[in-house]
């Protein structure tokens, strides 16, 4: 069974950064791709970034791009994602997910599997 475990989330004012980690167990994940989920109070959930396990492609959303990236460690089977300029509207709590077949996509209804979430708060 796959399992996904995210941390580092936490509370931090405009401006600041911040770095999650999503832990990744119970399978092989060579073809597999790796997003990244926030879902804000009130609001559907909205994609973020991607990566591709083999070969490191990645894709973000338009309000990240430039301020998140998104990379992944085949040591540890962990995919990060470094959040900097942080903005009052990127607080929500963020979700780790993975997509055993791939390809690229930022469609929620296509990752198979599904972290707890951690909340990540920017202060104004």
């Known amino acids: 069974q796959v399992q996904l475990v995210e941390s580092g989330g936490g509370l931090v004012q405009t401006g600041g950064s911040l770095s999650l980690s999503c832990a990744a167990s119970g399978s092989t994940f060579g073809t597999a791709v790796m997003g990244w989920f926030r879902q804000a109070p009130g609001k559907a959930r909205e994609f973020v970034a991607a990566?591709?396990?083999?070969?490191?492609?990645?894709i973000y959303a338009d309000s990240v791009r430039g301020r998140f990236t998104i990379a992944r460690d085949y040591a540890k089977n962990t995919v990060y994602l470094q959040m900097n300029s942080l903005k009052p509207e990127d607080t929500a709590v963020y979700y780790c997910?993975?997509?055993?077949?791939?390809?690229?996509?930022?469609?929620?209804?296509?990752?198979?599997?599904w972290g707890q979430g951690t909340q990540v708060t920017v202060s104004s």
């Open positions: 997910a993975v997509d055993l077949k791939g390809p690229l996509r930022t469609g929620a209804g296509f990752y198979d599997y």
């Open positions: 990566i591709r396990w083999g070969g490191g492609f990645t």
